[in-house]
């Protein structure tokens, strides 16, 4: 299959280009490499996938990996209106994995346009394209962020979704009514991920994970929201990667809850860590106690999150495999290697 990946400079989606180039596919990636975190980051990705930065550098040029000729790459924007088509139109894709978004419910408190932006006008742009160049199967990042205040856990996909408490929460869910909209109407079939909290290797600096090991590291503190009374469905990359090449490979799958050719699937470890046991899991892999400052509740924020993944287990095989401990000394082990 031809397969175009956006944010394929982003943490998800150069794992996702990764697995699918190893399984023998032909890959374009797309970002526009903003700085919301450090460019040298995704460069490093990128040159993993075999693009040199002074190529990943330009815009609007398809560039052939010199190392891996069935993985190349394009600078460029979903808002761009105008070339986004010209690139569906000179490519042919079967299948869009669209995981290019801006990221981070706390930075869509500072900056709200580009919220609005990337996630409302990219999101509508390439639902255009799917429509106007056959896509066959759009599979598309949601987020756990859309459960907002719900407190019935486990998350399950048929509960209702109408208090997100961050416009990132906001723009997700608006995402799963047009991916909707588009698959009754036009008839392309569109499956959406709600992604719980994902960490490993290569992950972005903004998260809590990241922050942390850094912190404790250079013998700085760090902030424990919600003094510490919070929890997530921490997962692992490499599970999240295998969810998602298995929809990709399989193909579009309905759910329960499916009205037409749109399924949303969450995808998670579905296991809910305290946050201060995921604390201690890094201090005690970094053999180094951290100086805790507790602090309130942020905006936008949720207590806990823990992820009902039957149905993806059900119709594509999900298994995660990493645990917590594995994980998080895999990160670990990373982070000291590149710094």
């Given at each position: 299959m031809k397969i175009l990946v956006t944010g394929a400079a982003g943490f998800i989606g150069f794992f996702v280009s990764k697995s699918l180039v190893e399984k023998g596919h032909e890959v374009v990636g797309l970002d526009n490499i903003n700085d919301y975190?450090?460019?040298?980051?995704?460069?490093?990705?990128?040159?993993?996938?075999?693009?040199?930065?002074?190529?990943?550098?330009?815009?609007?040029?398809l560039t052939e990996s010199t190392t891996n000729a069935t993985f190349s790459f394009i600078r460029l924007a979903l808002e761009?209106?105008?070339?986004?088509?010209?690139?569906?139109?000179?490519?042919?894709?079967?299948?869009?994995?669209?995981?290019?978004?801006?990221?981070g419910v706390r930075y869509s408190l500072e900056n709200p346009e580009a919220y609005v932006d990337s996630n409302l006008v990219g999101f509508l742009n390439i639902l255009e394209c799917c429509r106007n160049y056959r896509i066959k199967h759009l599979v598309y990042a949601s987020s756990s962020s859309v459960y907002g205040l719900n407190d019935k856990v486990p998350f399950k996909t048929t509960d209702r979704v109408d208090h997100p408490v961050s416009l990132y929460a906001a723009t997700k869910k608006s995402n799963e009514l047009m991916a909707h909209t588009y698959s009754h109407l036009y008839k392309f079939q569109c499956t959406g991920l709600r992604f719980f909290t994902v960490y490993g290797p290569w992950g972005r600096p903004d998260m809590a994970y990241f922050s942390f090991t850094e912190n404790i590291l250079a013998n700085k503190p760090i902030n424990v929201y919600n003094n510490g009374e919070l929890a997530r469905d921490f997962t692992y990359i490499d599970d999240?990667?295998?969810?998602?090449?298995?929809?990709?490979?399989?193909?579009?799958?309905?759910?329960?809850?499916?009205?037409?050719?749109a399924s949303i699937y969450n995808i998670g470890r579905g296991k809910s860590?305290?946050?201060?046991?995921?604390?201690?899991t890094i201090e005690t892999n970094l053999n180094k106690e951290a100086e805790l400052i507790m602090m309130p509740m942020q905006d936008g924020d949720v207590f806990k999150t823990w992820a009902d993944t039957d149905e993806l287990t059900k119709n594509y095989s999900y298994s995660p495999k990493i645990n917590l401990?594995?994980?998080?000394?895999?990160?670990?082990?990373?982070?000291?290697?590149?710094?």
């Open positions: 975190y450090d460019v040298n980051l995704k460069y490093a990705r990128l040159n993993e996938l075999g693009i040199a930065r002074n190529n990943a550098e330009q815009f609007n040029v761009d209106r105008d070339n986004l088509p010209k690139l569906f139109n000179a490519q042919n894709f079967d299948v869009v994995c669209n995981l290019a978004a801006q990221a999240i990667v295998d969810g998602i090449t298995l929809i990709i490979r399989k193909g579009f799958v309905p759910n329960s809850n499916s009205k037409s050719s860590v305290k946050l201060m046991d995921f604390i201690k401990e594995d994980g998080v000394k895999m990160f670990i082990n990373w982070y000291l290697k590149t710094k």
